[in-house]
């Protein structure tokens, strides 16, 4: 799987990866050793090395997705990969949002950024 994510790299532009890291109430665990395994393997490719890279705890993503999937009635072999992909996008979002705040919980506003639409794009 490194080697796809590497070939990824020439067509997308990746700033640097944020992986699950799998706890159980924020103690450690058995996948913990896949996943570090994996982040091993991406380092040594030439074109993934310099990227930076953190762990995040994926705690409850896989639930807070099947309560959000629960009842759409997806076919078993589909439900699986549409959790996953539900859960990564979680991971990520969590991880987004935590980078997005000030030591006070509010959100950063960037230069040239806002947080609602101008009176002009409204009219």
Known sequence: MAEEVS?????YSIAGFAFGWP???????????????FI?????????????YTTWDESYSSK????LVKG??????VDKAIRDQFA???ILQDYLDAM????????IIRDGE??????????
């Open 88 to 90: 990564a996008v979680r």
């Open 100 to 107: 997005n705040v000030d030591e006070h919980g509010l959100p």
């Open 23 to 37: 706890t159980l109430h924020g103690k450690p665990t058995s996948a913990m050793v896949h996943v570090k395994s």
């Open 114 to 123: 806002s947080d609602c639409s101008s009176k002009e794009s409204r009219e």
């Open 72 to 77: 759409l009635d997806f076919p078993s072999h």
């Open 40 to 52: 091993e393997e991406l380092s040594q490719k030439e074109n993934v090395c310099q990227l930076p």
């Open 7 to 11: 070939q990824l790299l020439g067509h």
């Open 64 to 67: 807070n997705v099947e309560l």
